[in-house]
């Protein structure tokens, strides 16, 4: 892909989820001991729910709710999908733990999944160690077309460093080790269309979002996905950052 109309066509916007939101979370599989377990793989072959997925961490599990708008069915799905894991998790006898840092020693398993285990060949022991190592929760906001979302976007990363804070459990460290791995992860400042595109093939995102590391970014779901809270059991809590994100977005 090198023609920013096939770059801009690979954004599926879907104008009646405008204003909707989607929410991705991750945890660790732990044993009864407390041990980080790397049984992503047995875990959601037992799931078969599509609702749940896995990250570069063969110890992390993520799930994902259905797009919203209304703050209470968000609130069910969230809740749903706790209770789903939970069961799943007990029935091969393990448990999932909401932790925003895992410890240094805790396993190095990656996915078996090629674009993991390709991302994992290519970077230092360190810069794995760091993505092991952070859980977050993702926060997606539906958006109608791409002004809407280069709008949206830039109303967030002036509020970058708020938001940050009102998510950290962690004093910093999530947020610390997240910057390691991801190198460039501070959003800039998109002009339009055409400054977008330009960047994304400077940083290699053109063909890919999910390759883009920022922790506000424009994705192919037709999304402006916020990636700087950390993690909570508390749905409510996650509703305030939705909130949060709602109100700051607003202006577009």
């Known amino acids: ?10 954004f599926r916007f879907r104008p009646e989820l405008a204003g909707c939101v989607g929410i991705e979370r991750e945890r660790f599989l732990v044993s009864p001991e407390g041990a980080f377990a790397p049984r992503a793989d047995e875990f959601l072959s037992e799931m078969r729910d599509a609702a749940w997925t896995y990250e570069l961490s063969r110890c992390q599990v993520e799930d994902r709710t ?22 799943v998790a007990a029935k091969i006898g393990l448990g999932l733990q909401t932790l925003e840092v895992a410890p240094e020693s805790m396993p190095l398993d990656v996915y078996p999944e090629p674009r993991y285990l390709a991302i ?3 970077i230092s022991r360190e ?47 999530r947020i610390r080790l997240y910057r390691a791995m991801a190198g460039k992860w501070n959003p800039p400042q998109y002009r339009d269309e055409q400054e977008l595109f330009e960047i994304a093939r400077q940083e290699g995102f053109a063909e890919n979002s999910r390759n883009c590391w920022h922790l506000i970014r424009i994705t192919q779901k037709g999304t402006v996905e916020c990636r700087m809270f950390g993690v909570t059991v508390f749905p409510d809590e996650i509703l305030e950052w939705v909130s949060a994100v709602r109100r700051i977005a607003r202006g577009v």
């Open 1 to 10: 892909m090198h023609q920013i109309q096939d770059f801009l066509a690979s």
């Open 66 to 87: 259905r797009s919203a708008r209304d703050h209470f069915i968000v609130k069910a799905n969230l809740l749903s999908n706790d209770n789903r894991g939970k069961f």
């Open 120 to 122: 994992a060949e290519k």
């Open 127 to 173: 810069t794995l160690s760091a993505a092991c190592r952070v859980a977050g929760t993702h926060i997606h906001l539906g958006m109608r077309n791409m002004d809407e979302a280069i709008a949206a976007y830039n109303l967030l990363r002036a509020e970058l460093e708020t938001l940050t804070r009102l998510g950290d459990h962690s004093g910093g460290e």
